[in-house]
């Protein structure tokens, strides 16, 4: 997984407060996801942007959650009013295709504490 | 529901040997399967994938066996090393319905015994 770079790694914020999860993606990879894990879970998508674009957002809750990936810069995820069950892990993750076969490949994650 | 299952929580198995890591799914539109490695506090690695056109991949000590007819793939180390101890994920995706979108399995924690 090197090459995705996240940040923070390790972020707490209290109840209410804005979270903001930064991803860049591996170089040449034009495509960004990003998954959840809760404690004790596996991993569960949320979206999926190429640059400027919002592909799949079926994963994400429909309030407080939002991502972008401008044309400059990194993925942002960002979670408005947190509240103590946002407290997870959350991983970037990028390829350089969408189609089957392009692997994708996980940052090293960003772990979110809400108190 | 849980479309990808890893039904063992956890496996433990001494060094040199064989493991053997199961997983069932229940989409039979899931056509691309991958395992992931993963230790605490860091992102799942990629270990190993295969199609559904194939019903083994082998990279070095890692194979991965495909039976579409039963939706069950399985992950075999072999031998099995310390430094395999680790979370181990298996996931799919499906071509048409968003090739990326994958979908993890709990995971089994691996380990192994010197």
């Known amino acids: 997984n090197a090459g995705v770079m996240q940040n923070p790694r390790h972020l707490v914020r209290r109840r209410g407060q804005e979270a903001r999860l930064r991803c860049s993606p591996m170089?040449?990879?034009?495509?960004v996801y990003w998954y959840r894990q809760l404690p004790e879970e596996g991993l569960k998508f949320m979206v999926y942007?190429?640059?400027?674009?919002?592909?799949?957002e079926s994963g994400m809750p429909k309030e407080r959650f939002s991502a972008e990936f401008p044309k400059e810069g990194p993925s942002i995820l960002r979670i408005q009013q947190v509240v103590r069950g946002d407290s997870a892990a959350y991983f970037c993750?990028?390829?350089?295709?969408?189609?089957?076969?392009?692997?994708?490949?996980f940052g090293e994650g960003s772990w979110l504490t809400v108190v | 529901d849980q479309q990808v299952k890893q039904n063992s929580p956890s496996l433990s198995v001494q060094e040199g040997r064989i493991s053997i890591l199961n997983c069932d799914y229940t989409?039979?539109?899931?056509?691309?399967f991958l395992w992931y490695k993963k230790y605490p506090a860091e992102g799942p690695t990629f270990l190993i994938s295969?199609?559904?056109?194939?019903d083994k991949n082998e990279d070095g000590r890692f194979t991965v066996f495909l039976n579409k007819s039963a939706k069950h793939l399985s992950l075999h180390i072999v031998p099995s090393q310390p430094g395999d101890s680790a979370v181990y994920f298996c996931?799919?995706?499906?071509?048409?319905?968003?090739?990326?979108?994958?979908?993890f399995g709990q995971g089994t924690r691996l380990t192994i015994n010197p």
């Open positions: 993750a990028s390829s350089p295709g969408a189609t089957s076969g392009n692997t994708i490949y």
């Open positions: 170089k040449g990879h034009s495509h």
């Open positions: 942007l190429q640059k400027e674009n919002i592909i799949d």
């Open positions: 989409n039979s539109m899931f056509d691309y």
């Open positions: 295969i199609s559904s056109i194939k």
């Open positions: 996931a799919a995706s499906a071509s048409n319905q968003g090739a990326q979108k994958l979908v």
